[in-house]
């Protein structure tokens, strides 16, 4: 935040932040961030892909000017989600088909639209509206969506406490993001590590054969995995929870890490 503070001025036109990291987990401070550069007189533009499954969105009181996620991070296929303030779709110049009209949405739409995509997004939302409803809330749709998704970032933060708890016992493996139990809500259950005895990709070859599933690399980000010098080595293993795993499968994983650790000395 210092860093952002140093760089923000009255030149700045816009800023351009992720709202978590899929490498780390980590949750940008979005609403501070928003203010101090509305301060300066800039719009703010929010990547909220990686948070999108993991906790409720209102960009009224996130105060952006825009925000795009993807429905393939909550459960959906893969279509894309955009959200700005209506002046901003109104008056930004953007590629478009000459036939199509300079009205919303139509100027923001290129030729047919994916139905079939969208209608699994719906599906998607259905499915996630349902998890309330199965849990006894009953309201209207907006209110229950943002029911479900809070009760779904209670329980993965319940989920990261169990993780990182049991990785603390691991020794050879270093954590990359937020560890302090404290601090949960600042991060989502996504956690990466690296292990200096293999390499991340090692690591995830070695848990595929036990059928647990892990991703290796940089995750695209790899500004981040440069700066934390892990890019040379192959990057992290990336250990992603969600709403519907539990302590008995990160049981799982933590054995066989810890059989990994002690296999490679």
């Known amino acids: 935040m210092e860093s952002f503070r140093r760089q923000l001025s009255e030149r700045t036109r816009w800023v351009a932040v992720g709202c978590a990291s899929n490498a780390t987990g980590t949750i940008n401070d979005v609403a501070t961030i928003t203010r101090l ?19 409720p969105i209102d960009v009224q009181a996130l105060g952006c000017d825009g925000l795009a996620c993807s429905a393939y991070k909550f459960f959906g296929p893969h279509v894309g989600v955009l959200w700005a303030r209506r002046s901003l779709l109104e008056e930004l110049p953007v590629y478009k088909l000459r036939p199509a009209a300079d009205s919303l949405p139509d100027r923001w739409m290129i030729g047919t639209q994916n139905h079939e995509g969208i209608a699994g997004v719906a599906a998607a939302v259905d499915y996630l509206h349902d998890l309330a409803v199965h849990g006894g809330y009953r309201g209207d749709r907006r209110s229950t969506l943002r029911t479900a998704m809070t009760a779904i970032q209670a329980y993965e933060r319940d989920l990261s406490r169990h993780l990182l708890t049991g990785l603390a016992k691991l020794p050879r493996y ?39 599933y892990a991703w290796n690399g940089n995750m695209y980000a790899m500004n981040l995995s440069e700066r934390l010098g892990v890019e040379s ?33």
């Open 37 to 55: 550069a509305h301060d300066a007189g800039a719009k703010v533009f929010l990547d909220a892909v990686h948070y999108a499954p993991h906790g």
């Open 233 to 265: 080595a192959g990057g992290f293993l990336r250990l992603g929870l969600v709403h519907y795993n539990t302590p008995a499968e990160i049981d799982t994983v933590l054995g066989v890490l810890a059989e990994l650790a002690a296999a490679h000395g």
């Open 174 to 212: 270093q954590v990359w993001g937020i560890t302090d139990l404290d601090r949960l809500g600042q991060r989502v259950p996504t956690v990466s590590v690296t292990a200096a005895v293999a390499s991340a990709e090692t690591l995830a070859r070695q848990l595929a054969e036990k059928e647990i």
